[in-house]
């Protein structure tokens, strides 16, 4: 066979052929992207991801979505441009959260014990269900980057607070009150971890009284449009083929 | 010659592999906490503790043990690390083996950072309940913001039992009686795994049509409209407004579910009380202070006073942890880790008593392989190479007071 042959010989060849590259490419690009996003979200996201007692009202709920719409971004750009497949952002979440899952449960519970209230993930698939359901209905990135970006940031404290609720119920304790997730905190002895290192309920946001939560939201949405931006440039970049020469194809 | 090099080639290559593959199986426990390897002036010269208490060597799951004595905060402080305006006190155990169910410095609980004072001395309780079984390490800490944690002795306690017999249970102010360790885990997974579904719908929507290589190819030849059907504009709209609806439903269902909620609760905590030591009688001159690197061996020459209206003798130089002593003045009833501890490590050229207004200059000689084995000798490689400790003396009645000493420390190599 030369190399200007077919290297299949029926429709029907190709079509199988090509649903076999789709699940390759699937099973591959979901598992590139746990691996990559993880990494990306433990060094950015880091303790606000991974303890109870850091998922406030001010700085969890800003930093947060900041750092975790990049992977969503670029891979949105890059499944959109190249396929018009409105799934980047969910991809993204289904990769991360597996990921985050699989390291809470057998690292943080598995071996070093931790209990699993204590160190959960924070939910990111509403906004992800929503940033891959406007790039569809909208059809634009711009658009996506704006509406979705803000959405992004918006849903991302009520998406999390059916799991984070029951954790910031009011307990006393040796006399002084504590959310659960405070006395978990304490409870769950973190060496590396002093109370120090904690960035929460820090911020000049103190004329919004408690109602700080929403106006965080909307902070954090704001940034996360900008930064939805710069990600989606780099997924476009990534996913050019001017790296190959035409003599190679 | 070539296939005698091949073999040996192959073989190498084979015995690379068994080595790397048996190194994989080879796990052995990780017990102690870097206290050897966290610089020596850091520990001689920022807290020091003494008067520990381990409450029991020994442990059943569920029952308390409590570590508690006293902790000095160095005046004389390095200037390579920041001062203990935030300060925690924590316990250096592998993970939660125990957990903290209390900490009290000068009796006020501490379950946030604090500010200590430097020259001052706290009294610290941590009260710990046994969780998870085996022998574990159980060290005191204090955490300093810029400095990094400040590990104190270890001693090895063992916790019997099992972790399934763990519980941890409180009422909340709401009056919900719960069990901390598995409290809201059925409604962590049940929310997870409902909008993981979701994710994964949303996903299999796409998924189950030809994705890359033909819709590649619609793009390329100009016919990108032609994949978004209005089908699939429905369908997306339904997620778009499923989600918010959801979002917002399940938002009011757990307002209600839990009406009283608060933020997390941090701060500062200041105003720690520390204990009102009495004013010392006994001054001390640090004359010269030489570590004999072979000898294992710190030589200090002492000029020391004693103003008080009783004879006094020097029975204990305290630093880093690790004690020693004197035997003909003090022994060691409290059950002090052994290897901390160098009983007949203290030698004093004349150690009989002052007599009140006496000043004599004496050579003291700290000596036991516990310079070597916690590292103390690094000190001559730090970057501040100033030696510091506690002294203890005793008078007659066994009344003990404690002097600081801080000076240069010269290495003699020979």
């Given at each position: 066979m030369s190399a200007s042959q077919s290297a299949v010989r029926s429709r029907a060849e190709a079509v199988k052929v090509s649903r076999t590259f789709d699940w390759m490419i699937l099973f591959t690009l979901f598992f590139v992207i746990l691996g990559g996003y993880h990494i990306h979200y433990m060094l950015t996201g880091g303790d606000w991801d991974f303890w109870a007692d850091w998922k406030d009202r001010r700085l969890w709920v800003t930093v947060a979505p900041i750092v975790s719409i990049t992977f969503p971004a670029a891979v949105q750009a890059c499944l959109w441009w190249r396929y018009r497949l409105p799934v980047g952002a969910t991809i993204c979440v289904l990769g991360l959260l597996l990921g985050e899952w699989i390291n809470r449960y057998m690292n943080f519970w598995g071996w070093t014990y931790f209990p699993v209230n204590f160190c959960f993930p924070s939910n990111l698939m509403p906004g992800a269900i929503l940033l891959d359901t406007i790039l569809l209905l909208g059809g634009s990135m711009t658009l996506t980057a704006v509406v979705g970006g803000l959405a992004w940031g918006l849903v991302f404290y009520p998406g999390n607070w059916p799991i984070i609720a029951p954790l910031h119920v009011p307990v006393e304790y040796n006399g002084m009150m504590f959310t659960l997730a405070d006395l978990q905190g304490y409870h769950y002895v973190r060496t590396g971890t002093p109370e120090y290192i904690r960035m929460v309920e820090k911020g000049t946001l103190r004329t919004f009284g408690k109602d700080v939560a929403p106006v965080s939201a909307f902070f954090s949405g704001f940034v996360s449009i900008i930064i939805y931006f710069l990600w989606h440039f780099f997924g476009k970049w990534f996913a050019k083929t001017d790296f190959i020469s035409d003599e190679d194809l | 010659m070539k296939l005698i090099k091949d073999k040996v080639a192959k073989l190498s290559f084979v015995a690379l592999l068994v080595t790397m593959t048996a190194a994989i199986f080879y796990t052995p426990t990780a017990s102690a906490h870097g206290e050897k390897s966290?610089?020596?002036?850091?520990?001689?010269?920022?807290?020091?503790?003494?008067?520990?208490?381990?409450?029991?060597?020994?442990?059943?799951?569920?029952?308390?043990?409590?570590?508690?004595?006293?902790?000095?905060?160095?005046?004389?402080?390095?200037?390579?690390?920041?001062?203990?305006?935030?300060?925690?006190?924590?316990?250096?155990?592998?993970?939660?083996?125990?957990?903290?169910?209390?900490?009290?410095?000068?009796?006020?609980?501490?379950?946030?950072?604090?500010?200590?004072?430097?020259?001052?001395?706290?009294?610290?309780?941590?009260?710990?309940?046994?969780?998870?079984?085996?022998?574990?390490?159980?060290?005191?800490?204090?955490?300093?913001?810029?400095?990094?944690?400040?590990?104190?002795?270890?001693?090895?306690?063992?916790?019997?039992?099992?972790?399934?017999?763990?519980?941890?249970?409180?009422?909340?102010?709401?009056?919900?009686?719960?069990?901390?360790?598995?409290?809201?885990?059925?409604?962590?997974?049940?929310?997870?795994?409902?909008?993981?579904?979701i994710g994964v719908a949303w996903l299999l929507f796409w998924v189950k049509r030809p994705m890359f290589i033909p819709r590649h190819i619609a793009i390329s030849s100009g016919k990108a409209a032609s994949l978004i059907s209005a089908n699939d504009k429905k369908v997306g709209m339904a997620f778009a407004l499923g989600t918010v609806i959801m979002l917002g439903v399940t938002m009011g269902t757990t307002n209600e579910k839990y009406p009283v909620t608060t933020p997390l609760q941090a701060g500062l905590m200041r105003g720690i009380k520390w204990i009102e030591m009495p004013a010392t009688t006994v001054d001390v001159k640090v004359e010269d202070a030489t570590y004999r690197v072979p000898g294992r061996a710190m030589q200090m020459t002492l000029t020391i006073t004693n103003n008080g209206d009783s004879p006094i003798r020097l029975g204990e130089f305290n630093t880093a942890s690790v004690r020693f002593l004197d035997a003909d003045v003090l022994e060691d009833e409290s059950g002090y880790p052994d290897d901390l501890l160098a009983e007949e490590g203290l030698t004093v050229s004349d150690n009989s008593p002052w007599a009140p207004g006496e000043t004599r200059t004496v050579s003291v000689t700290a000596s036991d392989a516990a310079w070597e084995v916690y590292r103390l000798a690094d000190l001559i490689y730090d970057p501040d190479s100033r030696f510091a400790g506690l002294l203890f003396f005793f008078d007659e009645d066994g009344n003990r007071q404690m002097t600081m000493v801080d000076a240069p420390l010269i290495p003699s190599f020979i």
């Open positions: - | 966290q610089a020596a002036f850091m520990r001689m010269r920022t807290i020091h503790w003494f008067d520990l208490n381990w409450s029991k060597e020994e442990v059943a799951i569920n029952d308390t043990m409590s570590i508690s004595g006293k902790f000095h905060v160095f005046a004389g402080w390095p200037e390579t690390v920041d001062k203990p305006e935030v300060s925690f006190l924590n316990i250096g155990i592998p993970g939660p083996v125990f957990i903290r169910a209390g900490s009290w410095i000068g009796g006020q609980l501490v379950p946030r950072s604090v500010s200590l004072e430097l020259g001052e001395t706290y009294d610290f309780k941590v009260l710990l309940r046994a969780r998870r079984p085996g022998e574990w390490h159980v060290h005191s800490m204090m955490n300093v913001e810029g400095g990094g944690p400040i590990i104190g002795p270890g001693k090895w306690v063992t916790i019997t039992g099992s972790m399934g017999e763990f519980t941890n249970p409180l009422t909340t102010l709401t009056g919900q009686q719960i069990d901390l360790e598995t409290y809201a885990l059925d409604s962590i997974y049940f929310w997870h795994a409902v909008w993981y579904a």
